[in-house]
């Protein structure tokens, strides 16, 4: 079946303007994250999504960054006034299940990214 | 804190050799462990996953087993080949929000 899907695959902008990316999850799965990799970097956390519940927003770097995830489904990270700080990788990934006893055998899936250059 | 670390950083063997990958965490309540492989410019691809209550899974060439009271993982891969080049991650998903914490990665260079 169709795997985590992003787009853009890469997407340069010029310091200060905004940028949307997004992730399609695969098919009925309920947990959705978003990581940053930053070159030579390990994976840092951003925001996570399981089901209708408030988002996990602890991992978001600034106010300047926001994520959606509308129905359920499709999620879109939104980097608002982009700092060169902010190019890196953005990863995300969907999970069947994000928390509680059904973690236990949920493993992550992850799309290919999309990578974010700031000029 | 979860915190995971990855030793050796980068690691590089002749064709043939037989390999082991460590994956240390500091806390020891998590629900799974997961390694994954990425290639250069590439996601995430996953390898295998071991559950709090496994000792060891199995897929082909590679091994991962979990010892969770001392909060270490050991991916072996058997009979190394070229095409196993990559940067091998570990990544332990404990309770918290169900959030997963990363390794920085051990990048494995196998010569032909």
């Known amino acids: 079946g169709a795997g985590v899907s992003q787009s853009p695959s890469n997407k340069v902008t010029e310091k200060g303007k905004d940028v949307e990316l997004r992730c399609d999850p695969i098919?009925?799965?309920?947990?959705l994250y978003w990581y940053r990799q930053s070159l030579g970097q390990g994976l840092e956390f951003l925001i996570y999504?399981?089901?209708?519940?408030?988002?996990?927003k602890s991992g978001l770097p600034s106010d300047r960054f926001s994520a959606e995830r509308t129905g359920g489904s499709v999620s879109t990270l939104t980097i608002q006034r982009t700092q060169q700080e902010d190019s890196a990788v953005y990863l995300c990934a969907s999970s069947p299940s994000g928390g509680g006893a059904g973690s236990y055998n949920s493993p992550l899936h992850f799309g290919n990214g999309t990578r974010l250059t700031v000029t | 804190k979860q915190e995971v670390t990855q030793i050796p950083a980068a690691l590089s063997v002749p064709e043939g050799e037989n390999l082991v990958l460590n994956c240390s965490f500091t806390?020891?309540?998590?629900?799974?462990l997961q390694w994954f492989r990425q290639d250069p410019g590439k996601g995430l691809t996953s390898l295998l996953l071991i559950q709090s209550s496994q000792r060891e899974q199995t897929s082909g060439r590679l091994n991962a087993s979990l010892d969770k009271s001392s909060g270490r993982s050991t991916l072996y891969i058997a009979a190394s080949q070229p095409g196993d080049s990559a940067t091998y991650l570990c990544?332990?998903?404990?309770?918290?929000?169900?959030?997963?914490?990363f390794g920085d990665g051990t990048t494995l260079t196998v010569k032909p």
């Open positions: 806390d020891s309540a998590i629900y799974n």
């Open positions: 098919s009925g799965h309920t947990a």
């Open positions: 999504f399981q089901g209708n519940s408030a988002p996990d």
């Open positions: 990544a332990v998903r404990g309770p918290n929000a169900g959030k997963s914490t």
